[in-house]
């Protein structure tokens, strides 16, 4: 019979799967002997259970009594006793860590007879006693009950004035308690349940539900976090700090995950609930002043922090409460961290012994490296500092200013960039969050939720602006100096130092592109980023490529560490001027006529190729012959009919739209384009391999190799092949012929293919389209966010490749390819060549190289090198 319950003492960190990232690690905590309050997990495999069938396992609610019973034997009271009542937390947690985004109910087990027996507990404390009921009222109220959490809000605001929530005393709290039980029996037609078991149960469930609320779903797609994992169900038992003075609560890291600088880092809370610290409710005071209040614990912590993070050989994010003096740890993992911290840590690690090499090159991501590649403020420009800020989430925004996520929305889907401003910000706030540039908070610390999803997120963000004066229903805020900001006003902020800068501020390449342009490494991100570049670069298999159409792209490309052009596309070359001379090509009515433009272009081709063929210096050169969309090089159709219909229209005009008719096609994405174009123009391809002979012959050392595009029989290149091979002997130059496999019959003929090509380029952009059926131009404004919402699509599949669909088409080509031709040389160009997991899944296929844009070059080499290493560390389990 499955066990669906785990006390803390029976599991460890390597249980994520089934007792989630929160119960896997309170457990590996009481198993190193540190202040666990008691508890129990209730497993990930029960939450799927829920969601599939409506109900919870059977035997769930026997397993959950029985280790309840054994809790309450351990504390010497019951769950609610009236006199001397044990409370515990009902707190989510998946296997990933997913900041505010499901429920957690806190002071489980008060009811009006329970709460006098909580303020005898603590020596007489009726203000405690009535702060924790009228908490678990209002997180169970609009957690369990799903009633708007505004409304407590505003009853406790209306009471507070202006008064912080600690100065409400004992019988103005008690007047809350009644005040927020109508609100619930006003709101549900019942009363609020006063059985602890029923709370409990009732708390259970919101969690399971909450797996799939829309805020959770959002962050999941967000962060690309598998939709059918489920939550477990953490069950503690209550620890306070919110007794007093000498009790608190705080959050604390082993490094600043901002930096990765080592040092102390957190945020602490005088007489309060873990709540208060990540809502942002109210300022905190850092870390360090906790060793001013209460030396002991401070010391205390400072050993644990030591303890985890040598053990989990990692930065590690602690919760944790002081109650009366004594230390709890209420939570650890491995903290969330900016893209900077985590090249340093990974470094720091590794000078440290406690890491390999190997290892940090495994802790950081392509993703991560983009975010260190982006822009940052110009410091030679004049700036008009209007506030400060805690610098939270590193990175430059420059935006618009909203004040509420459904306008970031609004405005984010038009096209403009804003900047998301609020007091605090909450999980609701989500969707507001994921579409600002950046997110600027008057409150909390960088513990806040805003602090800890922008980090996650790689989002810029300022917390606790104190100096600002946010007024959402103004849609404005005022800061210093009579400095007044409303809603469309642009301003500028910096999550690397905190400041808020009014206007648009101008920015520069980052110092990571600065080093990827030869700068050699000055400081300690550019130091880290390079040892491990170097690192994945000395075990990848995978080559990296660039598609490049210019000698500028190309001399970028190897700066970048580019080792060849993977995607040259030709008909880039006939943008602008140029234009006219393709299409007096595929206009002409006579031989005559298209030889004279051919004539005309030839030597354009060779000049542009000697320029690439000279930039890339005995780099492998692989030149896409022309594929255009037939379109896109014609006179516009309805401009043409237009003027023939108010007869504004010569002779030749004349002549010119009824050619574009005879060539006008509905679908020109699937028409005359690539290879047809080729056969269907005589002369127009050999003029190319013509210009690339020739411009190979006056570069020495140049490597082209020539690609015949969007091949579907193996007839179509055996054609072209034949002709080129031809020139190629003429010229004597040795040059590569292949095929871009780019429509699903070439993929599934790959083995005849083959026999014609001695390499295959994979054009996945297209291979998509062709095998989802879909135009990428028309749908993924159409539709795609809903798929998204649906769950059809985990990620766009024009983003990351689709392995079930389009990756098996890759990997029949790939074996039946090589089985015909050993010796075949076969890459990726289309943009999943830059794409993280997609670069994982071109080195587990078998391909030899990735192409992709100069800019994602470096992405390419880093995840090269992680996925050999993941290769490796499979092989060797």
């Known amino acids: ?118 303020a005898k507990q603590a020596g007489g404390n009726d203000r405690f006693a009535w702060d924790s009921y009228r908490r678990l009222i209002q997180m169970f109220g609009k957690t369990v009950l799903g009633i708007d959490g505004e409304l407590f809000e505003h009853a406790l605001e209306s009471l507070k004035g202006d008064r912080q929530d600690t100065d409400l005393d004992a019988g103005e709290l008690q007047g809350l308690v009644e005040t927020f039980k109508g609100i ?24 399971f539900d909450s797996w799939n609320a829309p805020r959770a779903i959002l962050y999941r797609r967000q962060e690309r976090i598998p939709a059918d994992l489920g939550t477990a169900v953490n069950i503690v038992a209550m620890v306070f700090g919110n007794v007093g003075n000498d009790s608190g609560t705080g959050v604390a890291f082993t490094r600043d995950p901002g930096s990765g600088q080592q040092g102390i880092y957190g945020d602490y809370l005088q007489n309060a ?154 999980p609701d ?46 849609r404005r805020f005022t800061a210093p100096g009579d400095v007044v900001v409303n809603e469309g006003d642009v301003i500028s902020i910096d999550g690397t130092t905190g400041e808020v800068f009014l206007g648009e501020v101008p920015v520069v390449d980052s110092a990571v592109v600065e080093y990827f342009e030869g700068r050699e490494p000055d400081d300690d991100l550019v130091r880290a980023v390079d040892r491990i570049m170097r690192r994945a670069d000395e075990v990848r298999r995978l080559g990296v490529r660039a598609n490049a159409d210019t000698a500028a792209d190309a001399a970028r490309a190897r700066r970048f560490g580019g080792e060849g052009i993977g995607l040259c596309r030709t008909e880039h070359m006939f943008l602008g001027e140029r ?169 599934l003929t790959a083995g005849q293919v083959a026999e014609a090509a001695q390499f295959f380029s994979f054009g996945t952009n297209d291979l998509t389209q062709m095998t989802w059926g879909f135009s990428r131009d028309d749908v993924e404004a159409a539709f795609f966010s809903r798929y998204l919402e649906l769950g059809i699509f985990g990620v766009s599949p024009f983003e990351t490749l689709d392995r079930d669909g389009v990756g098996r088409l890759v990997r029949i080509a790939v074996e039946e390819g090589r089985k015909a031709r050993p010796d075949l040389k076969l890459g990726i160009c289309g943009e999943h060549g830059g794409d993280p997991d997609s670069v994982h899944f071109c080195h587990e296929a078998g391909l030899d190289y990735v192409s992709c844009s100069p800019f994602r070059i470096p992405v390419a080499r880093l995840e090269a090198g992680r996925a050999a290493m993941a290769e490796c560390d499979s092989d060797s389990r």
């Not at 127009?684 to 570069?699: G, S």
């Not at 055996?718 to 003429?730: C, F, N, S």
Request: aromatic share 4%.
């Open 184 to 207: 619930v029996r006003e709101q549900t037609g019942k009363d609020f349940p006063a059985d602890p078991r029923e709370q409990m149960r009732l708390a259970v469930m919101a969690v």
């Open 273 to 426: 609930q873990g709540e208060d610290v990540v809502a942002g409710i109210r300022n905190t005071i850092p870390l360090q002043e906790l060793e001013r209040l209460d030396k002991s614990s401070y010391d205390e912590l400072l050993r644990i922090m030591e303890t985890l993070e040598n053990h989990y050989r990692d930065l590690c994010d602690i919760e944790f409460t002081i109650e009366r003096g004594k230390l709890w740890m209420l939570q650890t993992r491995v903290g969330k961290r900016t893209a900077a911290a985590a090249f340093c840590i990974a470094t720091q690690l590794v000078d440290q012994g406690l890491i390999t090499l190997d290892e940090a090159v495994t802790r950081v991501t392509g993703d991560q490296l983009v975010q260190l590649m982006f822009p940052r403020f110009d410091s030679g420009t004049e700036k008009k500092k209007i506030a400060k800020g805690m610098n939270a989430s590193p990175g430059a925004a420059v935006g618009k200013v909203v004040f509420s996520s459904a306008r970031a929305v609004e405005l984010a889907d038009q096209g403009e960039d804003v900047i998301l401003v609020r007091r605090e910000t909450n």
């Open 579 to 747: 234009r006219q001379l393709v299409e007096d090509l595929v206009l002409a009515s006579g031989d005559e006529e298209r030889q004279a433009a051919l004539d005309a272009l030839e030597p354009l081709q060779k000049a542009d190729f000697v320029e690439i063929f000279r930039a890339m210096d005995g780099q492998p050169v692989t030149v896409r012959l022309i594929d255009p969309p037939l379109h896109e090089f014609l006179p516009d159709i309805v401009d043409l009919s237009v003027k023939a219909a108010t007869g504004e229209t010569s002779d030749k005009q004349r002549d010119l739209l009824a050619a574009v008719k005879r060539l006008h096609e509905e679908n020109p994405m699937l028409g005359l384009r690539g290879v047809r174009l080729g056969l269907v123009i005589p002369g127009l391809f050999a003029m190319q391999v013509r210009a690339i002979a020739q411009a190979a012959k006056d570069v020495p050392g140049a490597k082209p190799e020539i690609m015949i595009p969007l091949v579907a029989a193996v007839q179509e290149l055996e054609a072209v092949r034949e002709e080129a091979a031809g020139i190629l002997a003429d010229l004597g130059v040795d040059a590569l012929v292949g095929t871009m496999i780019e429509t699903p019959r070439a993929a």
């Open 1 to 118: 019979m499955a066990k669906y319950v785990y006390d803390f003492t029976e599991g460890n960190k390597d249980l994520k799967d089934l007792l989630g990232g929160k119960g896997a690690n309170l457990a590996e905590m009481t198993n190193l002997g540190l202040p666990v309050p008691p508890g129990f997990t209730i497993t990930s495999e029960a939450c799927r259970h829920y969601l599939a069938e409506g109900a919870v396992p059977d035997g769930l609610e026997r397993e959950v009594s029985e280790h309840l019973g054994a809790m309450e034997k351990r504390m010497g009271k019951a769950l609610g006793q009236a006199d001397d009542p044990l409370l515990v937390s009902v707190r989510s947690g998946a296997k990933f860590s997913m900041p505010g985004m499901m429920e957690t109910v806190l002071n489980i087990g008060l009811n009006d007879e329970s709460v006098h027996g909580l």
């Open 429 to 474: 706030d989500l969707s507001g969050m994921i579409a600002a540039r950046g997110i600027l908070t008057s409150r909390g610390g960088k513990t806040s939720h805003a602090a800890v999803v922008a980090r996650g997120m790689g989002k810029t963000c300022v917390c606790g602006a104190e100096e600002l004066e946010v007024s959402i229903a103004e």
